[in-house]
Nanobody, 124 residues
Framework: QVQLVESGGGLVQAGGSLRLSCTASGRTFSSYAMGWFRQAPGKEREFVAAISWSGGSTYYADSVKGRFTISRDNAKNTVYLRMNSLKPEDTAVYYC?????????????????WGQGTQVTVSS
């Protein structure tokens, strides 16, 4: 079992930055690929970014490429999402997720464990 806890969300003006963190319990964090997803009101949850267990491979949704950066620190059992140049359309609840099998996937059904989410609100 892996428990995931997100933090770092908040209210920011358009053009601003935030860094989300997701800290995992358990001793096998370094063996999981990790992903970030988001869900805006009235919309389906969508892929944002993913990172392989080693951090050597990263994947991004086109909508965030060049603005967001995913990274991980396996010694701290933590994955990060650095978000720059934020836009009002980035407003959503952001979730981190852990995947036991793949090397990082945009498919939410690949993921085995999910956090509770953290709200990000970008004002115009």
């Amino acid at each position: 079992q892996v428990q995931l806890v997100e933090s770092g969300g908040g209210l920011v003006q358009a053009g601003g930055s935030l860094r989300l963190s997701c800290t995992a319990s358990g001793r096998t964090f370094s063996s999981y690929a990790m992903g970030w997803f988001r869900q805006a009101p009235g919309k389906e949850r969508e892929f944002v970014a993913a990172i392989s267990w080693s951090g050597g491979s990263t994947y991004y949704a086109d909508s965030v490429k060049g603005r967001f950066t995913i990274s991980r620190d396996n010694a701290k059992n933590t994955v990060y999402l650095r978000m720059n140049s934020l836009k009002p359309e980035d407003t959503a609840v952001y979730y981190c997720a852990a995947d036991e099998v793949s090397s990082g996937s945009p498919d939410e059904y690949e993921y085995d464990y999910w956090g509770q989410g953290t709200q990000v609100t970008v004002s115009s």
